[in-house]
């Protein structure tokens, strides 16, 4: 609401034409020197990336430093190099339990919080807070040294362990936003209706979180995914995709781990770009009609 | 879009007017909140505990009894200080460096590309498109283009801007640029939270008061644009004096830029020197919370979250 109202002031005062002896001379380089910039930032922002790509395309056999000619081959035969697909799968399979998990519970927290009283709100705070705060070695170490004094053998299971803590504090962000933008009148109006608190759960209220969910899900399961300095605390002998790259990189990263983070990220990004567009035509469809 | 939530100026809109109070309050927080306990809280407990710890007499490499043994810090500080303050000062300066690139980026995304929904969206989806692509490979990427037989190199030595011999990798500059990169869309997004909405009619009463672009800019853009800098700030250079992947020696760092983060990695799983590492990073959280507090005071922002 209030945000819409801002862009409505912002094109009205657009609108009126700037006073125009007052104004300084502005030179060209205001008017496009912040474009030019843009454009050289993101080309920037893009240099690994593509690099990356590149060179999972690249025809060599250990070491994937030199260009040598292109080829498909890696990407044909991912799997190959069986590690490197372990790795991949084992990193998917802790994303999903740990997205699973911590959207569960911190959506639950999300909405308590914008929509209940209770003590202790502010230690509740300052508890989800205090995990972004803290840097990853430190969440890391201390997990490390908890399950050692609890004498809980590392693996994939202290993975997820780990990663849904830190992924609860984001969701948490993510959700709330949502939740205190969402009208109490609609609920009131199932109520109203008979319904059930259940079905007013899950027919008015979760239906309306949904994008703020799938928002969240999606961070969870990223930070998840690309998480290597908490995982190789509490990781013992299991290998994630980031931990794999990580030893690899010592003696040469083979050109399937390009393959499979390019493959990832053009899955991604594809995704959002469709998302986007589809918004961009719909707002558009909305403005037409309305 | 779902990074904004890194920022602490993400639009929250006016609270409900009632808050209830309910059970059903409890049976929605107790489970995330018992969760955070076990496995954010009493670790950190652990951790403070582990710092104190004494070698076992007799006993094995990496077994240790609990005790009251401070000396640690004394030891870990007179150690690492060195690492400790590099840390703090490679993150000081690869927050700077990421405010400066990430500020005109954010302005053009928030304030130029308004009226263009969505070139803005796709705009965001470029800034954080390196959270697309493995963390690691990209700083490796980014290790063979600034490697001697990079392009990089060579140019800068064409040009006689780099002496013969001269390496890039494994310098202070190879680790702080390793961070900015990292860390800039950490920086970007906040900010671009806070300009995009941005009041262009204060801006405009600026020039209408005859004050220079360069006064509106400071006194008015910079003021209203304050808690996206805060957020960008504090969630660039926490994970910046953390890190230990930018600096370490298979990526762009050597022995030369070992980070406090290095230092805990070595000590905790290498050497299974636990109270050392546990030691170290208390030290590191210390730091950071009087970093965060001193920040969230003198600035203002009360909400966190």
């Known amino acids: 609401m209030s945000v819409q109202g801002g862009t409505a002031i912002a094109e009205t005062a657009k609108a009126t034409p700037p006073p125009g002896p007052r104004r300084p001379f502005r030179l060209g380089v205001g008017r496009w020197g912040l474009g030019v910039y843009a454009v050289m930032a993101f080309a920037f922002l893009l240099i690994p990336i593509v690099y990356t ?5 690249n025809d060599v056999r250990r070491t994937n430093i030199v260009w040598r000619g292109f080829t498909l081959d890696n990407w044909l035969n991912v799997c190959d190099q069986q590690e ?22 911190g959506t639950a927290m999300a909405i308590a919080l914008v929509r209940y009283r209770f003590r202790f709100r502010s230690a ?9 705060a ?6 890391g170490a201390g997990l490390a040294a908890q399950f050692l004094a609890a004498g809980i053998a590392k693996g994939i ?15 948490v962000v993510t959700v709330r936003a949502r939740v205190a933008s969402l009208d109490p009148a609609l609920e009131e109006a199932g109520r109203d209706l008979y319904a059930s608190p259940a079905q ?4 008015i209220t979760f239906p309306l979180l949904l994008p703020g969910i799938i928002a969240a899900a999606l961070l969870s399961f990223a930070l998840s995914f690309d998480d290597f300095i908490i995982t190789t605390f509490n990781s013992g002998a299991a290998v994630t995709f980031p931990k794999y790259v990580y030893t690899a990189a010592a003696r040469g990263i083979p050109a399937q781990a390009n393959v499979i983070a390019s493959a990832v990220f053009l899955i991604a990004i594809i995704g959002v770009v469709i998302a986007q567009v589809a918004a961009g035509i719909r707002r558009k469809q909305l403005a037409r009609n309305g | 879009m779902a990074f904004g939530a890194f920022s602490s100026a993400t639009p929250v ?4 007017a009632v808050r209830r109070r309910s059970p059903i309050a409890l049976f929605l927080l107790l489970p995330g909140a018992l969760y955070l306990s076990l496995f954010f809280l009493v670790p950190f407990v652990s951790l403070i505990l582990t710092s104190f710890q004494a070698p076992r007499e007799f006993g094995d490499i990496g077994q240790y009894d609990y005790a009251f043994k401070w000396e640690n810090y004394v030891a870990v500080i007179q150690t690492y200080l060195p690492h400790i303050l590099r840390s703090f000062g490679y993150a000081a300066i690869a927050t700077v460096l990421a405010l400066l690139f990430s500020y005109p980026l954010a302005y053009f995304i928030g304030v130029k590309l308004r009226r263009y929904p969505l070139w803005q969206a796709l705009a965001l989806t470029l800034v954080i498109a390196p959270f697309f692509i493995s963390f690691l490979l990209r700083t490796l990427a980014w290790k063979q283009i600034l490697s001697d037989e990079g392009p990089v190199v060579s140019a ?4 006689t801007v780099l002496p013969e011999g001269a390496h890039i990798t494994g310098t202070p500059v190879a680790v702080i640029f390793g961070l900015t990169y990292n860390f800039i869309p950490f920086m970007t997004l906040p900010i671009y939270t806070s300009l995009e909405r941005l009041d262009l009619r204060y801006v405009e009463a600026g020039g209408d008061l005859y004050a220079s672009p360069a006064t509106t800019f400071l006194r008015v853009t910079v003021p209203l644009s304050l808690p996206g800098i805060i957020s960008g700030t504090l969630l660039t250079f926490i994970p910046a004096s953390g890190d230990y992947i930018n600096a370490s020696r298979d990526f762009l760092g050597s022995t030369d830029t070992a980070m406090i983060g290095n230092v805990i990695e070595a000590n905790f799983l290498q050497l299974q020197n636990y109270p050392a590492a546990a030691a170290l990073s208390i030290v590191l959280m210390a730091v950071i919370l009087v970093f965060v507090s001193v920040y969230v005071k003198r600035s203002g922002t009360e909400e966190l979250l």
């Open chain 1, 53 to 57: 790509i590149v060179f999972s395309f």
């Open chain 1, 84 to 105: 490197v697909c372990q790795a991949f799968g084992n990193s998917i399979l802790v994303a999903v339990v740990a997205t699973v998990l911590a959207t569960t519970l």
């Open chain 1, 124 to 132: 509740t705070t300052l508890l989800l807070f205090l995990p972004m």
């Open chain 1, 134 to 139: 803290t840097p990853e070695v430190v969440l």
């Open chain 1, 157 to 171: 299971l202290t993975i997820i362990l780990a990663h849904t803590m830190f992924c609860i504090s984001f969701v």
């Open chain 1, 200 to 203: 007013v759960f899950w027919r």
């Open chain 2, 13 to 16: 809109a006016a609270e409900p």
């Open chain 2, 156 to 159: 800068l030595q064409a040009l």
